[in-house]
């Protein structure tokens, strides 16, 4: 087989395994509410959360657009060892974060990634710097964004039903929680797995085996696979972080921020922007904690949090780079 399409074997392959992990890595963010309100089982909830997964990633390309199109200049600028470089620092950072039970952005790592590959074999004449900003302002504002609408939502539900008997709220938002967790999973499936999809798409344009950038159909469900598989097996230590380290959930407030998460989500995947689902969901929990009581949230885990979100992106981009400058010894 030409080298030229095992590279390019090797590049959808590892796009994949992105996106599979980021499927597990993220079950937290669509389920961890209302798993640790008891609304559904894991069982169950892992199961709608991998099939609303699949519904959304086939919903539209414009976040793939975004990642594949606005990130370098062009796909001169790029290459198979650049994309193979970024995807794996991508999934070395996820597996890292994963396995030290701390929620963190794969959108972060992606975007690192491919900044890093691109800086140290093009230069920064391959970069759309306009591009990187609107990126990087969307994963800036949409978890203060959460954290501001959860706040203002959760507030307005406590003048709602603020007289009402506790258990009689409880079980009423327990069956609500249903529906906003089946949301969550939809949005998160429609703009964390176009992000692969862009990775593709992108990879096939420079190859030349396309002549544009439109994402075709089989890698549409490719993703889409992969991601729902991912989401089938669970990342339950990241589940039990989001879903009660930072602010001890109330099915009342689990809805809160499901239905707050998933909103901006899909907000996002509308206006074709890609954004941190984990983060997202992170700021609405504490968002929604504040407006109960400042000192409910447990900061301690957000700083950590908060940590991780400024680490990501350097951290990557200096892993893809040295990555890439391996790879450069053998091909």
């Known amino acids: 087989m030409h080298e030229l399409q095992i590279i390019m074997i090797l590049v959808i392959a590892l796009a994949l395994v992105f996106d599979f992990i980021n499927g597990f890595h993220d079950t937290a963010n669509a389920i961890a509410t209302s798993v640790s309100t008891r609304a559904m089982s894991p069982r169950i909830a892992i199961i709608m959360a991998a099939i609303l997964n699949f519904c959304g990633a086939m919903y539209s390309t414009g976040v793939a657009h975004t990642i594949g199109g606005d990130i370098v200049k062009s796909a001169e600028h790029v290459n198979e060892l650049i994309l193979i470089a970024a995807l794996a620092s991508s999934v070395i950072w996820n597996l ?3 396995w030290l039970a701390l929620p963190s952005s794969s959108s972060h790592a992606l975007v690192g990634g491919i900044i890093g590959a691109v800086l140290i074999s ?15 302002l969307a994963l ?16 307005l539900l406590f003048m709602i039903f603020g007289k009402c008997r506790p258990s009689a709220i409880n079980n009423r938002f327990k069956k609500m929680q249903i529906l906003s967790a089946a949301m969550m999973a939809f949005s998160h499936g429609s703009n964390d797995a176009q992000k692969s999809m862009g990775i593709i798409t992108l990879a096939l344009l420079s190859a030349g085996y396309i002549s544009v950038f439109e994402v075709p159909t089989f890698v549409k469900i490719m993703a889409a696979v992969s991601m729902g598989c991912g989401t089938a097996i669970g990342g339950w230590k990241i589940i039990k972080t989001v879903g009660g ?26 206006m074709s922007l890609p954004v941190s689902t984990t983060h997202v969901v992170s700021g609405s929990i504490m968002g ?20 991780a979100w400024v680490l990501t992106i350097p951290a990557t981009a200096a892993l893809a780079a040295i990555i890439y400058k391996f790879l450069k010894l053998f091909f």
Not at 122 to 132: A, H, P, Q
Not at 248 to 255: A, R, T, V, Y
């Open 245 to 270: 380290k930072i602010f001890k959930l109330e099915p009342i407030s689990g809805f809160a921020a499901d239905l707050n998460s998933s909103l901006i989500i899909f907000s996002a995947t509308l």
């Open 96 to 98: 890292l974060t994963w």
């Open 288 to 307: 929604v904690g504040t407006a109960k009581r400042i000192k409910a949230v447990r900061w301690g885990v957000a700083q950590q949090m908060a940590v």
């Open 122 to 136: 093009t230069g920064t004449v391959g970069l759309n710097y306009w591009g990187i900003g609107k990126i990087i």
């Open 140 to 155: 800036v504002l949409s978890p203060l964004c959460a954290a501001i609408v959860g706040c203002i939502i959760m507030t």
